[in-house]
């Protein structure tokens, strides 16, 4: 059976001061995968991302998602689209709570909105549905900035979900957090990616977590692709050992 390509990146390249965070990257994702990049710090895994999301635009190349180049886009469009970015620190309404983080998402979704747009009928009820998957319902009215960061983490990735992707991009999404809780976050987030057939692509450290849970890792170095395949034998690889691991 034939895979189906969700996002596409043709002969991309970017630089900043000289340094090369993208240096002629192909690089095909498909639909339903979970994929991981690993590679050193600044090797451009981030800027990928952030190329894929309208944040950064190419010197030269293109990124094909839903028959549109995203590299002309604004990121609140790609959003709309169905790409949905997260970031290594939570983005979320600090002085806002759970649930209105959560219902804001779900009013954005399909374009301009206001506060009214939250009153709409049903919005609630769905907002609390996804808070609920993900174990939060009880936290439903407590304001973000009280919230441990381990919950934090977890609210936002429901934000994430509540714009409804069919492509998710998220930046370490486990940061910051406890052993334990990587691996509650992780447990939590893989059943309803694969439930609802999201693609994703998360830039990851913890090689545990990337051998654990993840279809494919893609590995970057020097803003190129070094290897690519199933973590069970790239992670193998003597140059991924050298460069990436480091126990070579």
């Avoid at 950064?56 to 839903?66: D, H, L, M, T, W």
């Avoid at 970031?87 to 954005?108: G, R």
């Avoid at 769905?126 to 919230?147: K, V």
């Avoid at 977890?154 to 991009?169: E, Y």
């Amino acid at each position: 059976m034939s895979r189906v390509t969700v996002l596409q990146s043709k002969g991309l390249h970017v630089e900043f001061g000289g340094v090369k965070a993208a240096n002629g990257v192909d690089l095909d994702l498909y639909q339903g995968e979970l994929a991981s990049i690993i590679g050193p710090n600044g090797s451009g895994k981030t800027t990928f991302l952030n190329l894929c999301t309208g944040y950064v635009r190419p010197s030269k190349g293109e990124v094909i998602f839903a028959g549109k180049d995203l590299t002309r886009m604004p990121p609140r469009d790609i959003t709309r689209l169905g790409a949905v970015r997260t970031f290594q620190l939570p983005q979320l309404f600090t002085e806002d709570t759970v649930i209105q983080n959560v219902l804001i998402a779900l009013a954005a979704r399909t374009g301009f909105w206001n506060m009214r747009a939250l009153d709409r009928p049903g919005l609630r009820s769905e907002a609390l549905e996804i808070l609920s998957i993900f174990g939060l319902r009880a936290e439903a009215e407590r304001y973000i900035h009280s919230l441990p960061e381990g919950v934090r983490k977890l609210v936002d990735i429901a934000v994430s979900i509540a714009l409804s992707p069919t492509l998710l991009l998220m930046d370490e999404p486990t940061s910051g957090v406890s052993s334990s809780e990587k691996f509650e976050i992780m447990d939590i987030l893989m059943p309803i990616l694969r439930e609802r057939k999201i693609t994703a692509l998360l830039v990851e450290h913890d090689m545990e977590l990337v051998t654990r849970y993840m279809d494919r890792v893609i590995v970057w170095n020097a803003g190129q692709v070094m290897a690519d395949g199933a973590p069970d034998v790239v992670l193998r690889d003597e140059r991924v050992l050298r460069n990436v691991v480091g126990v070579a």
